[in-house]
T-cell receptor, first 116, second 106 residues
Framework: GAGVSQSPSNKVTEKGKDVELRCDPI?????LYWYRQSLGQGLEFLIY????????KSGLPSDRFSAERTGGSVSTLTIQRTQQEDSAVYLC??????????????FGSGTRLTVV | KNEVEQSPQNLTAQEGEFITINCSYS?????LHWLQQHPGGGIVSLFM???GKKKHGRLIATINIQEKHSSLHITASHPRDSAVYIC????????FGKGTRLHILP
Protein backbone atom coordinates (compact mmCIF):
# COMPACT_ATOMS: atom_id res chain seq x y z
CA GLY A 1 0.00 0.00 0.00
CA ALA A 2 0.92 3.63 -0.24
CA GLY A 3 1.19 4.17 3.50
CA VAL A 4 1.40 2.39 6.82
CA SER A 5 -1.88 0.68 7.53
CA GLN A 6 -3.09 -0.18 11.02
CA SER A 7 -6.11 -2.19 12.04
CA PRO A 8 -8.46 -1.97 13.69
CA SER A 9 -8.74 1.80 13.86
CA ASN A 10 -10.71 1.51 17.09
CA LYS A 11 -10.97 -1.31 19.58
CA VAL A 12 -13.02 -1.48 22.75
CA THR A 13 -12.31 -4.46 24.95
CA GLU A 14 -13.19 -5.67 28.39
CA LYS A 15 -10.58 -5.67 31.11
CA GLY A 16 -8.79 -9.01 31.21
CA LYS A 17 -9.28 -9.85 27.53
CA ASP A 18 -6.43 -10.22 25.03
CA VAL A 19 -6.17 -7.93 22.02
CA GLU A 20 -4.17 -8.00 18.81
CA LEU A 21 -3.26 -4.90 16.88
CA ARG A 22 -1.97 -5.13 13.34
CA CYS A 23 0.45 -3.00 11.37
CA ASP A 24 1.12 -3.27 7.64
CA PRO A 25 4.24 -1.24 6.90
CA ILE A 26 5.15 0.23 3.56
CA UNK A 27 6.37 -2.53 1.29
CA UNK A 28 10.14 -2.87 1.46
CA UNK A 29 10.53 -0.96 4.71
CA UNK A 30 12.84 -2.92 6.97
CA UNK A 31 12.47 -0.82 10.12
CA LEU A 32 9.18 -0.96 12.04
CA TYR A 33 8.29 0.72 15.32
CA TRP A 34 5.43 0.53 17.75
CA TYR A 35 4.62 3.49 19.98
CA ARG A 36 1.71 4.41 22.18
CA GLN A 37 0.20 7.65 23.32
CA SER A 38 -2.05 7.71 26.34
CA LEU A 39 -4.71 10.40 26.62
CA GLY A 40 -3.06 13.75 27.20
CA GLN A 41 0.37 12.18 27.39
CA GLY A 42 3.41 12.14 25.16
CA LEU A 43 4.59 9.39 22.87
CA GLU A 44 6.12 6.28 24.38
CA PHE A 45 8.36 3.88 22.50
CA LEU A 46 7.36 0.21 22.75
CA ILE A 47 9.33 -2.02 20.37
CA TYR A 48 11.49 -1.82 17.27
CA UNK A 49 12.10 -4.34 14.48
CA UNK A 50 14.96 -4.05 12.02
CA UNK A 51 15.12 -6.63 9.26
CA UNK A 52 15.89 -10.09 10.61
CA UNK A 53 17.62 -8.83 13.74
CA UNK A 54 16.28 -9.55 17.19
CA UNK A 55 13.76 -6.84 18.08
CA UNK A 56 14.50 -4.11 20.60
CA LYS A 57 11.84 -4.75 23.24
CA SER A 58 13.19 -2.28 25.78
CA GLY A 59 10.07 -0.11 25.70
CA LEU A 60 7.48 -2.79 26.42
CA PRO A 61 5.85 -1.84 29.75
CA SER A 62 5.20 -5.36 31.01
CA ASP A 63 5.34 -9.01 29.98
CA ARG A 64 1.68 -8.77 28.99
CA PHE A 65 2.90 -7.00 25.87
CA SER A 66 4.50 -8.83 22.97
CA ALA A 67 5.00 -8.24 19.29
CA GLU A 68 5.88 -10.26 16.25
CA ARG A 69 6.86 -9.39 12.75
CA THR A 70 6.29 -12.14 10.25
CA GLY A 71 8.34 -12.38 7.09
CA GLY A 72 9.83 -8.96 7.71
CA SER A 73 6.52 -7.35 6.85
CA VAL A 74 3.30 -7.35 8.87
CA SER A 75 3.60 -6.86 12.61
CA THR A 76 1.17 -7.78 15.36
CA LEU A 77 1.22 -6.23 18.82
CA THR A 78 -0.51 -8.43 21.39
CA ILE A 79 -1.65 -7.27 24.79
CA GLN A 80 -2.71 -10.04 27.14
CA ARG A 81 -5.07 -9.61 30.09
CA THR A 82 -5.69 -5.98 29.22
CA GLN A 83 -5.87 -3.40 31.98
CA GLN A 84 -7.51 0.03 31.95
CA GLU A 85 -4.08 1.70 31.92
CA ASP A 86 -3.46 0.05 28.54
CA SER A 87 -6.02 2.40 26.99
CA ALA A 88 -4.13 4.52 24.48
CA VAL A 89 -3.57 5.12 20.81
CA TYR A 90 -1.10 2.57 19.50
CA LEU A 91 0.94 3.88 16.59
CA CYS A 92 3.09 2.03 14.10
CA UNK A 93 5.80 3.60 11.95
CA UNK A 94 8.12 2.24 9.29
CA UNK A 95 11.20 3.32 7.41
CA UNK A 96 13.37 1.94 4.63
CA UNK A 97 16.18 1.50 7.16
CA UNK A 98 17.08 2.12 10.77
CA UNK A 99 18.29 5.63 10.26
CA UNK A 100 15.10 6.75 8.66
CA UNK A 101 14.97 8.97 5.66
CA UNK A 102 15.72 12.68 5.80
CA UNK A 103 12.15 13.07 6.91
CA UNK A 104 12.19 10.27 9.46
CA UNK A 105 9.50 7.67 9.37
CA UNK A 106 6.03 7.13 7.97
CA PHE A 107 3.38 6.75 10.64
CA GLY A 108 0.12 4.87 10.51
CA SER A 109 -3.06 6.48 11.73
CA GLY A 110 -3.09 4.41 14.88
CA THR A 111 -5.39 2.06 16.74
CA ARG A 112 -7.37 3.63 19.56
CA LEU A 113 -7.67 1.01 22.29
CA THR A 114 -10.17 1.48 25.07
CA VAL A 115 -10.25 -1.00 27.93
CA VAL A 116 -13.51 -0.90 29.90
CA LYS B 1 14.88 16.64 35.09
CA ASN B 2 13.62 15.18 31.83
CA GLU B 3 16.24 13.92 29.44
CA VAL B 4 14.54 15.80 26.59
CA GLU B 5 13.21 19.28 27.23
CA GLN B 6 11.23 21.32 24.75
CA SER B 7 10.48 25.01 24.88
CA PRO B 8 8.18 26.71 24.81
CA GLN B 9 5.43 24.34 25.94
CA ASN B 10 2.83 26.51 24.23
CA LEU B 11 3.20 29.16 21.57
CA THR B 12 0.63 31.41 19.95
CA ALA B 13 1.70 33.61 17.05
CA GLN B 14 0.24 35.59 14.19
CA GLU B 15 0.20 34.29 10.66
CA GLY B 16 3.43 35.15 8.90
CA GLU B 17 5.63 35.17 11.98
CA PHE B 18 8.91 33.28 12.16
CA ILE B 19 8.60 30.46 14.66
CA THR B 20 11.33 28.77 16.66
CA ILE B 21 10.83 25.68 18.79
CA ASN B 22 13.72 24.42 20.88
CA CYS B 23 14.78 20.98 22.04
CA SER B 24 17.55 20.33 24.54
CA TYR B 25 18.71 16.92 25.65
CA SER B 26 21.09 15.60 28.26
CA UNK B 27 22.08 12.21 26.85
CA UNK B 28 24.40 11.13 24.08
CA UNK B 29 22.41 10.58 20.92
CA UNK B 30 22.88 9.17 17.46
CA UNK B 31 20.03 11.14 15.87
CA LEU B 32 17.20 13.52 16.62
CA HIS B 33 13.72 13.42 15.17
CA TRP B 34 11.11 16.17 14.79
CA LEU B 35 7.49 15.10 14.56
CA GLN B 36 4.27 17.01 13.95
CA GLN B 37 1.02 15.86 15.50
CA HIS B 38 -2.13 17.41 14.12
CA PRO B 39 -5.22 18.14 16.22
CA GLY B 40 -6.85 14.99 14.87
CA GLY B 41 -3.96 12.95 16.26
CA GLY B 42 -2.18 12.01 13.04
CA ILE B 43 1.61 12.14 13.22
CA VAL B 44 3.87 13.29 10.45
CA SER B 45 7.59 12.83 10.55
CA LEU B 46 9.33 16.10 9.65
CA PHE B 47 13.06 15.59 9.99
CA MET B 48 15.63 13.10 11.12
CA UNK B 49 19.03 14.66 11.65
CA UNK B 50 22.33 13.88 13.31
CA UNK B 51 24.28 17.00 12.38
CA GLY B 52 23.99 20.36 10.74
CA LYS B 53 20.83 21.63 9.18
CA LYS B 54 18.01 20.37 7.01
CA LYS B 55 15.35 22.30 5.12
CA HIS B 56 12.04 21.21 3.70
CA GLY B 57 9.80 23.91 2.33
CA ARG B 58 9.16 26.44 5.09
CA LEU B 59 10.62 24.18 7.75
CA ILE B 60 14.22 24.23 8.87
CA ALA B 61 15.78 22.00 11.50
CA THR B 62 19.20 22.50 13.03
CA ILE B 63 21.19 20.53 15.54
CA ASN B 64 24.29 21.35 17.58
CA ILE B 65 25.67 18.10 18.90
CA GLN B 66 28.23 19.78 21.18
CA GLU B 67 25.56 21.91 22.84
CA LYS B 68 22.99 19.09 22.84
CA HIS B 69 20.41 21.35 21.28
CA SER B 70 18.15 21.39 18.24
CA SER B 71 15.79 23.98 16.86
CA LEU B 72 12.86 23.71 14.52
CA HIS B 73 12.06 26.88 12.60
CA ILE B 74 8.95 27.69 10.60
CA THR B 75 9.15 30.61 8.20
CA ALA B 76 6.05 32.54 7.06
CA SER B 77 3.88 30.60 9.51
CA HIS B 78 0.32 29.72 8.52
CA PRO B 79 -2.72 28.58 10.52
CA ARG B 80 -2.32 25.10 9.02
CA ASP B 81 1.00 24.87 10.89
CA SER B 82 -0.99 24.74 14.14
CA ALA B 83 -0.08 21.43 15.73
CA VAL B 84 1.99 19.85 18.47
CA TYR B 85 5.66 19.58 17.55
CA ILE B 86 7.55 16.76 19.21
CA CYS B 87 11.28 16.24 19.53
CA UNK B 88 12.60 12.70 19.97
CA UNK B 89 16.18 11.57 20.45
CA UNK B 90 17.81 8.27 19.70
CA UNK B 91 19.96 7.34 22.69
CA UNK B 92 20.14 3.79 24.05
CA UNK B 93 16.37 4.09 23.72
CA UNK B 94 14.06 6.54 22.00
CA UNK B 95 13.16 9.42 24.30
CA PHE B 96 10.39 11.85 23.47
CA GLY B 97 9.94 15.43 24.55
CA LYS B 98 6.55 16.48 25.85
CA GLY B 99 5.85 18.56 22.77
CA THR B 100 5.28 22.20 21.93
CA ARG B 101 1.71 23.20 21.15
CA LEU B 102 1.75 25.81 18.37
CA HIS B 103 -1.26 27.92 17.46
CA ILE B 104 -1.04 30.26 14.50
CA LEU B 105 -3.73 32.91 14.38
CA PRO B 106 -5.02 34.10 11.00
Amino acid sequence: GAGVSQSPSNKVTEKGKDVELRCDPISGHTALYWYRQSLGQGLEFLIYFQGNSAPDKSGLPSDRFSAERTGGSVSTLTIQRTQQEDSAVYLCASSPHRGGTDYGYTFGSGTRLTVV
Amino acid sequence: KNEVEQSPQNLTAQEGEFITINCSYSVGISALHWLQQHPGGGIVSLFMLSSGKKKHGRLIATINIQEKHSSLHITASHPRDSAVYICAVWADKIIFGKGTRLHILP
